[in-house]
């Protein structure tokens, strides 16, 4: 089935570590992106991409990093830069021009 | 700046009940859709409906984009409807990228 895998769905980092957090997506899709979620809010854009070795920052960009080598992979760095990294990451991918958003099933991430 | 605005923020329900949420967005749009978060926090699309009225079995949707709202309407709500419901906007006029502004949800208990 076709479908968008995040892993690992759970996260610890300690403070001042780099973590990379896994999206890989078997739809063709075009675009893929990434949010975050806070406790009690709406999800907020932090990176997003259109094609292959492409990619825009989103609202909330500081304090992270992404590469698209490959139109089915989207990998997040989240960097010791990030103040408050603690949050609820969902990826996610669309086909460019059209509507069909499919969201991961997340990853918590927790700095301890 | 763009705002997209939801209410409630908080409802609870018995369940057989019917319920409308609604989501008020500050400028015209290409794309609007609504989504709902379960618990385990996974995503997924309901409705893509930038104007006009849609229905899928018990939930339907609405969209008047001159007044700059949408409403979804839930009726005879059962448990498994409980979750945040979000309504995601582009406000991107003509582009080919559509990066979502999420509002803040709505959280919706259903009681047996």
């Known amino acids: 089935d076709g479908g968008i895998t995040q892993s690992p769905k759970y996260l610890f980092r300690k403070e001042g570590q780099n973590v990379t957090l896994s999206c890989e997506q078997n739809?063709?899709?075009?675009?893929m992106y990434w949010y975050r979620q806070d406790p009690g809010q709406g999800l907020r854009l932090i990176y997003y991409?259109?094609?292959?070795?492409?990619?825009q920052k989103g609202d909330i960009a500081e304090g992270y990093s992404v590469s698209r080598e490959k139109k089915e992979s989207f990998p997040l760095t989240v960097t010791s830069a990030q103040k408050n990294p603690t949050a609820f990451y969902l990826c996610?991918?669309?086909?460019?021009?059209?509507?069909?958003?499919?969201f991961g099933s997340g990853t918590r991430l927790t700095v301890v | 700046g763009i705002q997209v605005e939801q209410s409630p923020p908080d409802l609870i329900l018995q369940e057989g009940a019917n319920s409308t949420l609604r989501c008020n967005f500050s400028?015209?749009?290409?794309?609007l859709q609504w989504f709902h978060q379960n618990p385990w926090g996974q995503l997924i699309n309901l409705f893509y409906?930038?104007?006009g009225t849609k229905q899928n079995g018990r939930l339907s949707a609405t969209t008047v984009a001159t007044e700059r709202y949408s409403l979804l309407y839930i009726s005879s709500s059962q448990t498994t409807d409980s979750g945040v419901y979000f309504c995601?906007?582009?406000?991107?006029?003509?582009?080919?990228?559509?990066?979502?502004?999420f509002g803040k949800g709505t959280l919706l208990t259903v009681n047996p």
């Open positions: 996610a991918s669309s086909i460019v021009g059209n509507y069909g958003y499919t």
């Open positions: 739809l063709n899709h075009d675009a």
């Open positions: 991409s259109q094609i292959v070795n492409d990619f």
């Open positions: 400028d015209s749009v290409n794309n």
């Open positions: 409906i930038p104007s």
């Open positions: 995601a906007v582009d406000f991107n006029s003509g582009g080919s990228n559509y990066k979502l502004t």
